[in-house]
């Protein structure tokens, strides 16, 4: 049997303050374009996650999420201030030696955002 080809693929991010990490996501780039009071479902382009109200700490702080975006640094620029205003821990753009150029971001609840962008060979 012939499976037909997925849609698309979300991850559940874990919110411990469920409008402030709405807040935030909105800031950051990402369009709410759905949301209930226990679930948010956001997208940038062709990328999106579902927000939920649902936190456990030891979760949370062992959740990661990639995106991978053409332009690392465009996006720096835009996400350093808004990690500033919401007081959350930023990692400036690294070349790493996987063949990408990342920074890093924890969310409001712990979460680890990688964005990165794919250097040339």
Request: proline share 6%; with cysteine; net charge negative.
């Amino acid at each position: 049997m012939t499976l037909a080809a997925p849609v698309e693929i979300k991850a559940f991010v874990p919110a411990r303050d469920f409008a402030l990490s709405r807040r935030f996501y909105s800031a950051f780039g990402f369009e709410e374009r759905w949301a209930s009071d226990d679930l948010a479902y956001f997208a940038c382009g062709a990328c999106s996650f579902l927000l939920q109200r649902f936190y456990v700490a030891e979760h949370a702080d062992n959740f990661m999420m990639h995106l991978l975006v053409d332009d690392v640094d465009a996006w720096w620029r835009h996400a350093e201030p808004v990690a500033t205003e919401f007081g959350l821990r930023i990692v400036p753009p690294q070349d790493q030696p996987w063949g990408m150029r990342d920074f890093v971001v924890i969310d409001p609840s712990g979460v680890l955002w990688r964005i990165g962008q794919n250097l040339d060979a």
